[in-house]
């Protein structure tokens, strides 16, 4: 089993920063794809950006200049800055990481979410 553990959520004024962390753990042999995803309150998840191995990143046009996405390969951890925060993004943000845990058993593992509100 791969368990992914979220931190870094929280209120937020317009115009801050929040960085959000996402550690893998357990029967992991390696790592594709991570990214992170976000829901608000009466929408369905919505994409927000990846990174796959070898570093190359895809985000969406919403957060474009705004968001930064790193990992960690050696720590198995992905990252989120989120600088100029404004109020549509707030949501419930997940994380999604792909890989392996042998060499015939892939894995898609979500993490359990955390809140980032940006209000006034």
């Known amino acids: 089993q791969v368990q992914l553990v979220e931190s870094g959520g929280g209120l937020v004024q317009p115009g801050g920063s929040l960085r959000l962390s996402c550690a893998a753990s357990?029967?992991?042999?390696?790592?594709?794809?991570m990214g992170w995803y976000r829901q608000a309150p009466g929408k369905q998840r919505e994409f927000v950006v990846r990174?796959?191995?070898?570093?190359?990143?895809n985000y969406a046009d919403s957060v474009k200049g705004r968001f930064t996405i790193s990992r960690d390969n050696a720590k198995n951890t992905v990252y989120l800055q989120m600088n100029s925060l404004k109020p549509e993004d707030t949501a419930v943000y997940y994380c999604?990481?792909?890989?392996?845990?042998?060499?015939?058993?892939?894995?898609?593992?979500w993490g359990q979410g955390t809140q980032v509100t940006v209000s006034s």
């Open positions: 999604n990481v792909d890989g392996r845990m042998s060499a015939r058993r892939t894995f898609s593992s």
């Open positions: 990174i796959t191995s070898g570093g190359s990143t």
């Open positions: 357990g029967s992991i042999s390696s790592i594709n794809d």
